[in-house]
C-alpha cells in the first residue's frame, strides 16, 4: 500500500464553534486540493483510520465523505479506495463570475439552518397572515430587525424611519421614480452599478459620472455637475465599491455630505459590502443623515434568496412617496421571506450566519490572490465577494467577454458599469489604458472549483486575441 497515498499531512484542526466537524473536514480537504497538497488521483485514508486520527466517530468521517463526494471533490473505487476526483466539466452550464452573491457559508449547514427558521416563523406567525397581501415598509418587528441590522454601521436607529423592500434593486428604482422627475440627471461616478443604470434609462432618467481622484467622487466636481445640470439625485456606493473594490475615507465623505447640504441634494447611499469590511468608514448617512437615504441588503452579504433589504430614510422625510413608488411596480415584500430575515435578525441566527459567510469570503479572497499572483497594479482587492483584474493591453474589455464565455466562464468587463459623461467634463474614466474585468467569487459551489476557474481565466487572458485578416 502507497503510504505517502495514506499521508493525513492535509488534515487541519477543529475549530470550537466553526460548525460541524463533518463540513470542517470537508473543509480540509477542499483547502488542501487548492492548495494542490491532493492532487487528482490520490488515494484518501480509510474513513476509520481517519476518524481514530481525528477522534471522531465513524459517522462524522462517513458524512464528510459523501458531502464531499457530492461537491465532486471524491470519488469512490469500490475495494481500491476513495480518491480525489479529477476536475469535472459541465459543458452545460458556464461557471459563473459574473454575479455577486456570498458564497455559502463556512462551517454552516445552510439545510438546516432554513428548516429551523421556518419552523420558528410558523410557530411565531399565523400561516394565514404569512399568505395575504402586506402593507409596504413592513411590519413593526421587521422595521426594528432593520434597525438592528443596521446598528453596526449608524448606531442606533428609529425603526420608524426603517422600510423593508423587497430587495435593493426594487429599493433603488423606488427612489429614483420617488426622488426624480422623468428627464432629470442623476450624479455618480464613472463606474457605477448596473442595476442602478438600468433603472434609471428604464424610467427616462439619465446618469451622468462626476469624475474621481484616489478618494472617490471629487466635491468640487460634484458641485460644479450637480448646478450645470441642476441635478437633485447623486448615486453613491463608498465602501468596496462595485466594481473597483474602492473604500471612500472618512474625510471624503464628509466633503461630499458637505456638498448635499449645502446644496440640499438628496443621496441615495447602497452600501451593501459594508458588513465584509473591519475598519469601514462611517456611512455618508452618518454626516448627512438629513439628505441620505442608506440602503443596506441583505442578498449580498446573507442569502441572496431571503429578498430583503432596508431603506434608513433621511430625518425629517414622508415615507409615503416612496412607498407610493414602490407598490407602483411591486406591492409588498414577500411575508414568508420576510419573517424569515426578521426571525434570523432578532434570534441572532444572522449574524451567526454572516460571520459563516465573511470567513468563506475570507478564505476565497485569499485563494484567489494566490492564484492570481497576490494584490498590485492590475488587481485590486479591498475585501468582500469580488475583485477587479486588469486585463493583458491586447485585450478589449467586451472582446474578452465574449471569448471567456466559449471557454465556458462567465465574466463582467467594465462596459457593463461605464456611466457616461456629459459633453463639458474630460473624462478620466475615458482615458484609462487597460480594460477591466470583475471576477466574482461567491458563485462557485466550492474554493477547487473557483480556484480552477481562475486559472483558466488568466490562461485565456496570456493567450493573444487572434484578429480575423481580410486578404
Excluded at 416563523?121 to 400561516?127: F, G, K, M, Q, R
Excluded at 485585450?395 to 467577454?401: D, P
Aim: glycine fraction near 8%; aromatic fraction near 6%; charged fraction near 20%.
Amino acid at each position: 500500500m502507497d503510504q505517502s497515498a495514506l499521508s493525513l499531512a492535509w488534515v487541519g484542526r477543529f475549530v470550537a464553534n466553526d460548525g460541524p466537524r463533518y463540513l470542517q473536514i470537508v473543509g480540509f480537504m477542499e483547502q488542501a486540493i487548492s492548495d494542490e497538497r491532493l492532487r487528482p488521483g490520490d488515494r484518501l485514508p480509510p474513513q476509520r483510520q481517519l476518524a481514530a486520527h481525528l477522534k471522531v466517530d465513524l459517522t462524522t468521517v462517513t458524512r464528510a465523505y459523501g458531502e464531499a463526494r457530492r461537491r465532486h471533490l471524491l470519488e469512490a473505487h469500490g475495494s481500491a479506495g476513495t480518491f480525489v476526483a479529477a476536475p469535472k466539466v459541465d459543458l452545460s452550464q458556464l461557471i459563473d463570475l459574473s454575479m455577486n452573491i456570498p458564497p455559502p457559508p463556512a462551517g454552516i449547514d445552510l439545510d438546516d439552518l432554513l428548516r429551523q427558521g421556518v419552523s420558528q416563523v410558523l410557530i411565531h406567525s399565523d400561516a394565514d397572515l404569512l399568505m395575504t397581501y402586506h402593507l409596504g415598509g413592513g411590519s413593526s418587528a421587521d422595521r426594528a430587525a432593520g434597525a438592528i441590522w443596521m446598528q453596526p454601521m449608524l448606531g442606533e436607529i428609529d425603526a420608524e424611519r426603517v422600510l423593508a423592500c423587497p430587495g435593493a434593486q426594487s429599493a433603488l428604482a423606488a427612489l429614483v421614480l420617488s426622488q426624480t422627475q422623468p428627464g432629470e440627471v442623476i450624479l455618480a461616478e464613472p463606474l457605477a452599478y448596473p442595476g442602478l443604470l438600468t433603472a434609471a434609462a428604464q424610467l427616462g432618467r439619465r446618469v451622468v459620472a462626476v469624475d474621481t481622484d484616489g478618494e472617490g467622487m471629487r466635491p468640487d466636481l460634484l458641485m460644479t455637475m450637480a448646478r450645470r445640470h441642476q441635478a437633485r439625485l447623486v448615486y453613491l456606493n463608498p465602501t468596496l465599491q462595485n466594481p473597483t473594490t474602492h473604500t471612500m475615507p472618512a474625510t471624503r465623505r464628509a466633503e461630499i455630505a458637505a456638498v448635499a447640504t449645502r446644496l440640499d441634494l438628496r443621496i441615495i447611499e447602497d452600501d451593501p459590502y459594508w458588513r465584509f469590511t473591519t475598519h469601514a468608514p462611517r456611512p455618508l448617512a452618518h454626516y448627512a443623515p438629513q439628505h441620505v437615504f442608506y440602503v443596506s441588503t441583505l442578498s449580498k452579504c446573507l442569502l441572496p434568496g431571503l429578498r430583503t433589504a432596508y431603506v434608513l430614510m433621511p430625518q425629517g422625510r414622508a415615507q409615503e412617496e416612496v412607498l407610493a413608488a414602490l407598490r407602483s411596480f411591486v406591492l409588498m415584500s414577500t411575508p414568508l421571506m420576510t419573517a424569515l430575515s426578521t426571525q434570523w435578525i432578532h434570534d441572532g441566527t444572522a449574524a451567526a450566519l454572516l460571520e459563516g459567510i465573511r470567513s468563506e469570503a475570507q478564505a476565497r479572497h485569499e485563494l484567489a490572490l494566490r492564484t492570481l499572483g497576490g494584490p498590485g497594479p492590475g488587481l485590486a482587492t479591498g475585501g468582500g465577494i469580488h475583485l477587479w483584474k486588469a486585463l493583458p493591453p491586447h485585450w478589449q474589455g467586451q472582446e474578452f467577454v465574449l471569448k471567456a464565455r466559449q471557454a465556458g466562464l462567465n465574466v463582467v468587463s467594465q462596459n457593463s458599469f461605464a456611466v457616461p459623461h456629459d459633453d463639458q467634463q474630460q473624462g478620466a474614466a475615458g482615458s484609462r489604458q487597460s480594460a477591466y474585468i470583475r471576477i466574482s467569487l461567491g458563485r462557485s459551489r466550492s474554493r477547487f472549483e473557483l480556484v480552477n476557474a481562475l486559472r483558466r481565466l488568466m490562461e485565456l487572458a496570456q493567450h493573444r486575441r487572434v484578429r480575423e485578416v481580410v486578404v
